[in-house]
């Protein structure tokens, strides 16, 4: 399954006569609306749920359940814009309105102009542009509409899906990145540990030699290896090594597995980001505070893009 991205956009039009055209140049027939063009555009955004918003025009306002229904079947996250309306294509006003238009318009106009007597004739372009309206209200757009829709949907889950696999192929080379780091790690804890063992030592020998015997030697010496033992476990970063590479195999997982996982990668990633900045904390070398912050800041790069998966 892939990883789709909560990022994307579509749009589909129909004009009169013609076919619906979508993104990718494909056709589907739909019924003609006269000298009128539906358009339907999608976009969408990151989100942490399925957030919904219509911008529909009047005369397919009443057709937004549909969307809904339709939009819900197929995507589970994100923040998604739907707006669709139906325009002139230009041919209109030049259009000789029906008979029964004009004798609709004229019946009208007389019975304004019964109680408002100074109110002004329609002119040609009124009655045109109020015949052209008519004609559109007049018009079932249920049908060009769910078609529009049902391939604006399906360009816009495979326009997410295409930058889901951006964002996948992101992942898997941050975590190729990440593992190198933690081998690079690896090999310096038992000598960071050893080296604090040996300067512990070291003190002990010269806090024996100040004392002149007023602490006996196995006393002191019990002391001292009891707190190297103690300082040895404080800066070892085994533990966090261990974690960090479970938590980069299980994202490694999910996004092979694809599917509905950016919460918990979102999760992981935060996890990753606590042991990298536990490493740092018990550092007590310089080459493994570069490494820590090294990972931190993929850390941070993966976090970012990890928000916009679906």
Known sequence: MAVYS??????????????????????????????????LEIRSVNSRFLDLSFRLGDE?????????????????????????????????AVREPTMATLQRLGAVQ????????NAPALSVAEILRLA??????????????????TQAVTDLVAAREREGGRLA??????LKQLRTLADQ????????????????LERWKE????SEGAVSHEAAQDRAMTEATA???????????????????????????????????DFLIQELHREANTMGSKSSALELTRISVDMKVLIEQMREQVQNIE
Request: no cysteine; net charge positive.
């Open 169 to 174: 192929t992101m992942l898997v080379g941050h």
């Open 110 to 117: 007389d019975t304004v102009r019964t109680w408002l007597p």
């Open 60 to 92: 397919l306002r009443a057709h937004e359940p549909v969307l809904r229904e339709l939009i819900t079947s197929r995507i589970k996250r994100g923040k998604v814009e739907v707006r669709a309306n139906v325009e002139g294509t230009g041919n209109e």
């Open 207 to 210: 806090a024996m030699a100040m």
């Open 231 to 265: 300082f040895a476990i404080r800066i070892d970063v085994a533990e966090e090594l261990t974690r960090l590479a479970a938590h980069l195999d299980e994202i490694e997982r999910l996004v092979k597995k694809g599917g509905e996982v950016g919460k918990r990668l």
């Open 132 to 149: 052209s309206t008519d004609s559109v209200a007049d018009v079932d757009w249920a049908a060009s509409l769910h078609k529009l829709a």
């Open 185 to 200: 790690a690896k090999p310096l804890i038992p000598m960071l540990v050893e080296q604090q063992r040996q300067r512990f």
């Open 6 to 39: 909560m990022t994307g956009y579509a749009s589909a039009q129909h004009s009169p006569g013609a076919a619906s055209t979508g993104q990718d140049g494909g056709k589907t027939a739909t019924p003609s609306a006269g000298g009128s063009r539906l358009g």
